[in-house]
């Protein structure tokens, strides 16, 4: 009973040791004392409890102080509680005092919050980037499209990697400058013979306003001959001028049909009405007859020249019966 007493004893002195040991994370404190860093244990302690990882602060304060920076345990664990990443600030700001650039940790703690890598940042203030732009197609003047590559070497700027714009708004502009360009040439020709004229022009114009970089330079890398758009234009016009011409024709030729046709259809109606007064003929002479107006010999005398007026008619060829008569 005695041995169990003394196992369970144990194992609770055990217990205690590792809590004391994670809460008092002694080894940093040591290492802290012998880096000339005074933290205190109760600030350890206070780091475990606000779920700050000590190594995390008190490397970083180590490093710091090891490169000459005034920096603070406050600073930097008030920094990883906002969302930072502590140590490549630190490494930012070793970097940007080695290479004489104007960055306190304010700024760099911004710059980090903000989204950006500053350690990247400060990186390529040094050594500046190259961004190649994609295809850029443009016409010329004379109708011959170019397509045209650059590369555009950009330097970061500190002041304004916060609220600047990126590497997407610089290719968005540069492309649009190439456009310009190469549309205010007179012909393909001239772009050919001097790609420079398109980096010059590009370059003063001031892309990188508001930016979070500053262009050094912009080089034309390839320049390759397209298509004939201005060819392609005109043809495109010439098919749609002979459409336009082709149902216009077809609307004056579908016009005189409807006029032949309407023209027609009135001969029709007048041969009718032609019809309908021959046909009041014979129920006139009726009537004659009957109120003796008209005698047999006079009807058989108006026979006579009826008959001879049709045989003039046709002999001359302009009766209806006549060969050349139209049916």
């Known amino acids: 009973m005695e041995g169990l007493v003394l196992i369970f004893f144990v194992f609770i002195a055990v217990i205690v040791f590792f809590l004391f040991m994670y809460f008092v994370p002694v080894g940093l404190w040591i290492n802290a004392i012998f880096a000339s860093v005074r933290v205190t ?100 003047a004379d109708g011959i499209q170019l397509i045209a590559i650059a590369r555009v070497t950009v330097r970061a700027s500190i002041q304004q990697l916060v609220g600047g714009a990126g590497e997407d708004t ?65 043809t495109d016009q010439a098919a749609a001028d002979l459409k336009v011409a082709e149902a216009r024709a077809e609307e004056r030729r579908a016009m005189a049909v409807a006029l032949e046709q309407e023209m027609i259809a009135k001969a029709q109606e007048a041969r009718a009405n032609v019809i309908q007064a021959e046909a009041e003929i014979p129920k006139a002479i009726a009537a004659a007859f009957i109120s003796g107006n008209l005698g047999v010999m006079d009807y058989y005398k108006m026979q006579n020249v009826q008959a001879d007026t049709e045989m003039r008619q046709s002999i001359s060829g302009t009766g209806k019966n006549s060969p050349q008569s139209p049916s």
């Not at 290719?171 to 393909?188: D, F, P, Y």
């Open 41 to 140: 244990l109760g600030s350890l302690i206070g780091m475990r409890l606000r779920k700050v990882p000590p190594g995390i602060i008190v490397n970083s304060l180590i490093t710091a102080n090891k490169a000459g920076l005034k920096v603070t345990t406050n600073e930097l664990e008030t920094h990883y509680m906002a969302g930072g990443n502590v140590p490549n600030v630190i490494r930012a700001l070793i970097s940007a005092e080695k290479a004489n650039i104007n960055l306190d940790f304010k700024q760099a703690t911004a710059i980090d919050l903000a989204g950006r890598d500053v350690f990247e940042a400060v990186q390529i203030s040094v050594n500046p980037k190259v961004i190649t732009t994609p295809k850029v197609a443009a016409v010329a």
């Open 170 to 234: 610089i290719l968005a502009r540069v492309g649009e400058g190439i456009v310009t360009s190469i549309g205010s040439a007179q012909s393909h020709k001239e772009v050919l013979a001097n790609p420079d004229k398109i980096s010059k022009l590009v370059l003063s114009r001031g892309l990188d306003a508001g930016t979070a970089f500053e262009i050094l330079s912009i080089d034309i890398a390839d320049v390759d001959v397209g298509a004939n758009i201005g060819a392609k234009l005109q």
